[in-house]
């Protein structure tokens, strides 16, 4: 399976600031997600990362508040944009490598304060 | 429309305890997959087991066993002599294949608290 780094792996930030997650995959993948981890919630997925085009953005999210991009098949950034403290969470990127088997990366603590 | 349960919210076991994990879902499609997520307390997801709607085989891995029965719409999961090690959240999830373009539904999680 695909080796998926993210960056930070955890930040303290300010209401009202913005924070870029990284997601690297160790290999070229087509399918990239992202996911949302709220304190001692269950994972929702925030939106698909399309290589090349806009995002897909599931019910409750939307773009001006997670920009999403994906410049190529093994990175894509997520923004968590004009932060509040609900936005506390971990941000978790995944991937499909191979077909129906998703990895996901080691997540992004994010609290704000 | 499409829903996955994990009723039990925390199950506390000792050590070499067998302990199952219940897992039941709702989907409308005929085809779709099945998974079981570990995630420690140090928040990474590990990938555990997928299973595809056609095949309702049992599988056993070393201590780890799952029951998949279409006819009660459950996957369960069964954690033969368990480890501290195995104290952790454990996820099932729910992916259809036409629809939803690898979209993974998570149940709510089952907190596994494994004593010594």
């Known amino acids: 399976s695909a080796v998926i780094s993210q960056k930070p792996s955890r930040d303290i930030c300010q209401r009202g600031t913005s924070l870029t997650i990284q997601c690297q995959v160790d290999?070229?993948?087509?399918?990239m997600f992202w996911y949302r981890q709220q304190p001692g919630q269950s994972l929702t997925l925030i939106a698909t990362?399309?290589?090349?085009?806009?995002?897909?953005?599931e019910s409750g999210f939307v773009i001006d508040k997670f920009p999403i991009s994906r410049p190529n098949l093994t990175f894509s950034t997520l923004t968590v944009s004009n932060m509040s403290p609900e936005d506390s969470s971990i941000y978790l990127c995944?991937?499909?490598?191979?077909?129906?088997?998703?990895?996901f990366g080691p997540g992004t603590r994010l609290t704000v304060l | 429309a499409q829903k996955v349960t994990q009723a039990q919210t925390e199950i506390s076991v000792v050590e070499k305890e067998d302990v199952t994990l219940d897992c039941v879902y709702e989907t409308r499609d005929t085809t779709y997959y099945l998974f079981w997520y570990k995630q420690p307390p140090s928040g990474e997801l590990v990938f555990l087991i997928r299973r595809n709607s056609f095949d309702e085989q049992n599988e056993i891995s070393g201590r780890y066993s799952w029951n998949f029965q279409k006819s009660t719409s459950s996957f369960n999961f069964t954690i033969t002599a368990s480890q501290v090690v195995d104290s952790a959240v454990y996820f099932c999830?729910?992916?259809?294949?036409?629809?939803?373009?690898?979209?993974?539904?998570f149940g709510q999680g089952t907190e596994l608290s494994v004593k010594p």
């Open positions: 990362a399309n290589q090349g085009s806009e995002a897909t953005y």
């Open positions: 999830a729910l992916s259809e294949v036409y629809n939803q373009g690898g979209k993974l539904i």
């Open positions: 995944s991937v499909e490598d191979p077909p129906k088997e998703q990895f």
């Open positions: 290999s070229q993948v087509t399918m």
